[in-house]
């Protein structure tokens, strides 16, 4: 077993409250782990922890054993680790290609000039690449469409388009089924969290509300409560322990 | 014949200044009152370097657009960091601050009484000292800015610009530097405002502070706001409208010429205040189907 992304004892505190007290996360490269708790647990916390929007009060995150704790968000992106939100934060006046595109990294080998005066479509490499990552989330026959114009259930495909656009290795998603219908779930999220995985060698780790969707996807689960990991392990061993069973599933 | 060449002429400065403000407000979503005075930036120093130091119209032009961009940096490098909020106020005080140079300075600029006699613009012996002459000279000026603006919209570049104006943290998710962008416009569209600022001063021949006041810097906002953000048609269709609309004022019988520089102000503000009110996109509007 191989860790990616760990946290070490992260506290953050707003005010009087304690939003995460001692947490310890490890997840491991090329699996999908899942992260769930009640309302108010500090799951969304975490992530702005593990992406660089707030700084841990205490506590150390390590990316492949690297230091990452005090790096801003962009340079967090580009390290490798990249998260959707669960408000879906999209580029509502673009189009879904341009809202991919934007979320392209910067080539190297692209002159700074055409960057600001050449015209993206005319980039074919980027097109090009935009347009495989929207096939990938079956979504690429709206991609001349207004983002605003969209479905909801398509507007989250187009939110997990513009997280893998990112082409970052982690991929943190925030409740990527909530609002969607079951079939949309087990025909197209399901699968394309899989084939990332397997396929891609990418790392995903989601929050999720949906506890049989965690259960059936993810190796490894980490309970929070409070702020507190309150168990973690493979679901299979988080099932049979029945007092967690009763004490915490039932309320999520 | 001579008034309506200048009508146009003033009416391709004004362009320069508002869709390079639209770069500012109508993509990127940064509403700083101070465009004017990058615009009277660009104008002192052209003047000073053709007067006091015999530089020719290009090179001082060049060296105006430079000198405003350093200083631009001013504005952006601490504003932009800071609550969009707040860099409203940090910006309306850089152009008050730079208003206040301007009128003060008076070993530089010569305070209030302004600077004359400033020589025409010419390239390679040639003067444009014609009003025909400099309109094309303007047009050319002016549609070339007016290409880059455009072409900056549908850049990469460009996109995450519109992107920042949308969700500025958004942005940040897929590991883009927000706050080098929009210093990166500020720099382009203070830049160009020099442009505009180094044509009038060889136009009018006269530069004084006045030219570059807050008023000035809320007429380019009331453009935008006419015409529609974002869309250049828009910018290009409201700077039109409101500079060649009070030139009507002085066709109508009967209106002391006390109040009508009054009367145009009244005309801006019920513009802005109904704009506002009623179609906030403007004429054009930035409606994408």
Known sequence: MSIILETKGIHKSFGGLKALYDVDVKIEERKISGLIGPNGAGKTTLFNVLCGFIKPDRGRILLKDRDITEKGPQKIVHLGVARSWQGLRLFENLTVLENVVMSLPRDDQENPVMIILGSWEKSQKKVKRSLEILEMVQIKNRAAALVKELSYAEQKLVAIARLLATEAEVLLLDEPTSGLDEKTVNMVIAPLLKELVVQRGKTVCLVEHSIKLVFNMCERVFCLNEGMIVASGHPLDLRQNEELNRAFFQII | ?289
Not at chain 2, 40 to 60: C, D, Q, R, S, V
Not at chain 2, 92 to 116: C, E, K
Not at chain 2, 228 to 237: A, D
Request: proline content about 3%.
């Open chain 2, 1 to 289: 014949m001579d008034y309506l060449l200048h009508i146009l002429i003033i009416i391709l400065i004004n362009i320069i200044l508002t869709v390079s403000f639209n770069i500012l407000l109508g993509y990127t979503g940064i509403f700083a009152l101070c465009h004017a005075a990058f615009y009277g930036i660009g104008a002192y120093t052209a003047t000073l370097l053709m007067k006091n130091f015999g530089l020719a119209f290009f090179p001082a032009l060049g060296c105006a657009v430079g000198l405003t961009v350093l200083l631009s940096l001013i504005v952006a490098i601490p504003g932009l960091r800071i609550h969009w909020d707040y860099m409203v106020i940090f910006a309306f005080s850089f152009q008050m601050i730079a208003y206040h140079v301007m009128t003060n300075w008076v070993d530089l600029t010569r305070g209030p009484q302004g600077i004359a006699g400033i020589p025409p613009a010419a390239i390679f012996g040639y003067s444009f000292d014609s009003k025909v002459s400099f309109l094309l000279l303007c047009l050319i000026i002016t549609s070339g800015v007016v290409y880059l603006v455009k072409r900056i919209e549908s850049s990469s570049f460009g996109l995450v610009l519109k992107g920042i104006k949308d969700d500025e943290i958004a942005v940040k998710s897929v590991g883009k530097n927000v706050t080098a962008y929009k210093i990166i416009s500020f720099m382009i569209a203070a830049g160009l405002a020099a442009v505009a600022g180094a044509l009038i001063s060889v136009y009018i021949s006269y530069i004084a502070p006045g030219y570059f006041d807050l008023n000035t810097s809320i007429f380019i906002l009331i453009c935008l706001i006419f015409g529609g953000m974002g869309s250049i048609r828009g910018v290009i269709l409201g700077t039109v409208v409101l500079t060649a609309l009070p030139e009507l004022l002085r066709f109508i019988p009967n209106l002391p010429s006390a109040i009508l520089g009054g009367t145009r102000d009244l005309i801006y503000a019920a513009i802005l205040i109904l704009f506002m009110l009623f179609r906030p996109q403007g004429i054009v509007g930035k409606t994408r189907q």
